[in-house]
């Protein structure tokens, strides 16, 4: 992956990849999570580039909701796997690699 940092909002977040990733607030392997007060997105190395990518998508809806205020919404995986899912998709289907 060639992508190290994101604007979400005009809140600059880094982007790390570790291996063996685990969520400090439930202390369950992940494939990703999101530090809002430290502007980090982590992502499991381990995973294949389109994991990597789908994981990316997936947590930048996650600081995108939390980045508008959605206060009740940016931490459910109802609505942020579906939409992560299908955004991935959407940009993978028409070559916009982000």
């Given at each position: 992956?060639?992508?190290?940092?994101?604007?979400?909002g005009?809140?600059?977040?880094s982007?790390?990849?570790?291996?063996?990733?685990?969520?400090?607030?439930?202390?369950?392997?992940?494939?990703?999570?999101?530090?809002y007060?430290?502007?980090?997105?982590?992502?499991?190395?381990?995973?294949?580039?389109?994991?990597?990518?789908?994981?990316?998508?997936?947590?930048?809806?996650?600081?995108?909701l939390?980045?508008?205020?959605?206060?009740?919404?940016?931490?459910?995986?109802?609505?942020?796997?579906?939409l992560?899912n299908?955004?991935?998709?959407?940009?993978?289907?028409?070559?916009?690699?982000?």
């Amino acid at each position: 992956m060639h992508i190290s940092k994101l604007n979400v909002g005009g809140v600059n977040y880094s982007i790390t990849l570790e291996e063996n990733l685990i969520d400090p607030s439930n202390k369950q392997h992940v494939w990703g999570y999101t530090d809002y007060a430290k502007g980090v997105i982590y992502i499991d190395k381990s995973l294949n580039e389109q994991h990597i990518m789908q994981t990316l998508v997936h947590e930048l809806l996650h600081a995108m909701l939390w980045e508008t205020g959605a206060t009740e919404s940016y931490n459910d995986e109802n609505i942020v796997n579906p939409l992560g899912n299908m955004l991935y998709s959407v940009l993978h289907a028409n070559d916009l690699n982000i």
